[in-house]
Nanobody, 114 residues
C-alpha cells in the first residue's frame, strides 16, 4: 500500500525553472525504478522520465536537455528539475513506480504562461 505525494508545481513564465518532489512510502524505495508522468488537460497521461536504483536516467525526447530526474534513497524522494519551460509543459505531474504502479497521488500542477 504505497503512497505518493507530489509537490513543487507552480505558475511560471516561459523559460523559467521548477523543481518537483515526490515523497514515496510503503515500498522498498531503493529497489524500484521511479518515474515522472504528466497529463495535460484533455490529453492522455504520458511518461516524462525514469530513474533506476543506480541513478541511471531515461528521458522522452520532448524533455531531453531540459529536465533532470534524480532520487534520494535516504529521503525516499524522487525529483524532477525542469528548466527552459515551455507552455506545452503545462500539465499535472505525477510520480510512480512503473514496475509496481502504486495508487496515483494527487499530482502537482505546473502551468507555464506569460
Amino acid at each position: 500500500q504505497g503512497q505518493l505525494v507530489e509537490s513543487g508545481g507552480a505558475l511560471v513564465q516561459p523559460g523559467g525553472s521548477l523543481r518537483l518532489s515526490c515523497g514515496v512510502s510503503g515500498i522498498l524505495f531503493r529497489a524500484h525504478i521511479m518515474a515522472w508522468y504528466r497529463q495535460a488537460s484533455g490529453k492522455q497521461c504520458e511518461l516524462v522520465a525514469t530513474v533506476d536504483s543506480s541513478g541511471s536516467a531515461y528521458y522522452v525526447n520532448f524533455v531531453k536537455g531540459r529536465f533532470a530526474i534524480s532520487r534520494d534513497s535516504a529521503k525516499n524522494t524522487v525529483y524532477l528539475e525542469m528548466n527552459s519551460l515551455k507552455p506545452e509543459d503545462t500539465a499535472v505531474y505525477y510520480c510512480n513506480a512503473p514496475n509496481v504502479m502504486l495508487h496515483w497521488g494527487q499530482g502537482t500542477q505546473v502551468a507555464i504562461s506569460s
